[in-house]
Every structure is written in structure tokens, then in C-alpha cells.
């Protein structure tokens, strides 16, 4: 079965500042998709960026970057000039294998100091 | 579009009552799932459909019973409620599997006491 492992429960940044969440997945498929969702105080689950595996180049979506490293099944997201909306659970997903069910990470509690 | 909605919001049950949390899409989407979420465990995958009239477990099936008549309502039945199903509930959808988005519903929190 496929496991993503997200080592860090809380991370803190300065606003305007940048920070990195980590991610590491298991998997032995070679076509598969990485995920990055956001969820805020809200609750609402938010798609914040995805990578397909059979790309080399990095996704970027405005201030949201990751960091594939395919061979080491390193996923980390960048986030470039934190704002106080950023501050949110990020959760890490894999969707790959029979019917490319998605599989969560546990989730990395981002705070954003003012 | 109203998305993906569940109701209710907020439910408390007794143990062994059962209950439907209900899931309705407008997206036409062919894919939709139930996931519970906990304190630090991240969201888990109860069932999923690929389909109208296709059903399939996902990592946390027990306790938990699902239909799929039509392509856009996924209700998610609890047989015989337990203090351990406590948990909050999401709903979500896609167009398919695989590189898609998954839409999410604003959740259910569950308690039973």
C-alpha cells in the first residue's frame, strides 16, 4: 500500500518570509500524481498545486512551488512571501495504483506570524 | 453551481443508532468519495465510486455502507453508530481519478456518545 509521510506536525514562518513543508511517499507504481491541498480554519479542502510524475519540471502556481524529487519520492511545497492567509493545515496526497485512490499525508499545521 | 454539499453540518447520535450523512454534486462529476478525518491521522478513505451503480471500499470501510443509483448523490449510511466513528466526514468529487481535482464538501462533524 502506498504511504505518505509528512515529518513535520507544525512549521511557523514570518509573514513575507518563506517556507518549505516536507513530503515523502512509498510507492513501487511509476505513474502516479502528487498533491498539495490546503485547509483552513474554514474546513474547506483546497487544491493549492498538483505534479504529475511523468514530468521533470517543477509545478508553480503563483507564490506555491514544489520540489519533485522523483528518485528520492520527495514532495515539498515552497511557499514564497507568506501571507496571514496562508496559515492553514497542508496536507500532502498521492494518487496513483488501481484506481488512483488518494492518500493523505497527516497533515502539516502551518502558522503565520504577523 | 452549488459544488459538492452534505448535510447535515453537525449531527450527534447515541451508540447504535444509525444514520445517513448525505452527499449531492451538481458537477456531473463520475467520481466521488467519503473520507473521515481525525486528529492527526489526515483524511482516510472510507468508499468510493467510480460510477452509478459502482461502489468500492477504501482504507476505513467497517461500520459504514454506501449507494451509488445516481451519478449525483453519494449518501453515506452508518449502521450501527459507535463512540470510535466520532470523527468529521467529507464528501468530495471529480471528474475521474488520477491527475483530477477533487472537489470538497464542507464536512459533517460527527459525535456519538
Known amino acids: 500500500a502506498q504511504t505518505v509521510t509528512q515529518s513535520q506536525p507544525e512549521m511557523s514562518v514570518q509573514e513575507a518570509e518563506t517556507v518549505t513543508l516536507s513530503c515523502t511517499y512509498d510507492?513501487?507504481?511509476?505513474?502516479?500524481?502528487l498533491f498539495w491541498y490546503k485547509q483552513p480554519p474554514s474546513r474547506q479542502m483546497i487544491l493549492v498545486i498538483r505534479?504529475?510524475?511523468?514530468?521533470?519540471q517543477n509545478a508553480t502556481e503563483n507564490r506555491f512551488s514544489v520540489n519533485f524529487q522523483k528518485a528520492a519520492k520527495s514532495f515539498s511545497l515552497k511557499i514564497s512571501d507568506s501571507q496571514l492567509g496562508d496559515a492553514a493545515m497542508y496536507f500532502c496526497?498521492?494518487?496513483?495504483?488501481?484506481?488512483?485512490?488518494?492518500?493523505f499525508g497527516k497533515g502539516t499545521l502551518l502558522t503565520v506570524n504577523p | 453551481n452549488a459544488g459538492v454539499t452534505q448535510t447535515p453540518k453537525f449531527q450527534v447520535l447515541k451508540t447504535g443508532q444509525s444514520m445517513t450523512l448525505q452527499c449531492a454534486q451538481d458537477?456531473?462529476?463520475?467520481?466521488m468519495s467519503w473520507y473521515r478525518q481525525d486528529p492527526g491521522m489526515g483524511l482516510r478513505l472510507i468508499h468510493y465510486?467510480?460510477?452509478?451503480?459502482?461502489?468500492d471500499q477504501g482504507e476505513v470501510p467497517n461500520g459504514y455502507n454506501v449507494s451509488r443509483s445516481t451519478t449525483e448523490d453519494f449518501p453515506l449510511r452508518l449502521l450501527s453508530a459507535a463512540p470510535s466513528q466520532t470523527s468529521v466526514y467529507f464528501c468530495?468529487?471529480?471528474?475521474?481519478?488520477?491527475?483530477?481535482?477533487?472537489?470538497f464538501g464542507p464536512g459533517t462533524r460527527l459525535t456519538v456518545t
Open positions: 496526497a498521492y494518487s496513483g495504483g488501481s484506481n488512483y485512490k488518494l492518500t
Open positions: 505534479q504529475e510524475a511523468y514530468k521533470q
Open positions: 458537477m456531473n462529476h463520475e467520481y
Open positions: 510507492t513501487s507504481e511509476s505513474d502516479y500524481y
Open positions: 468530495a468529487s471529480s471528474y475521474g481519478t488520477g491527475p483530477y481535482e477533487q472537489y
Open positions: 465510486s467510480v460510477g452509478a451503480g459502482i461502489t
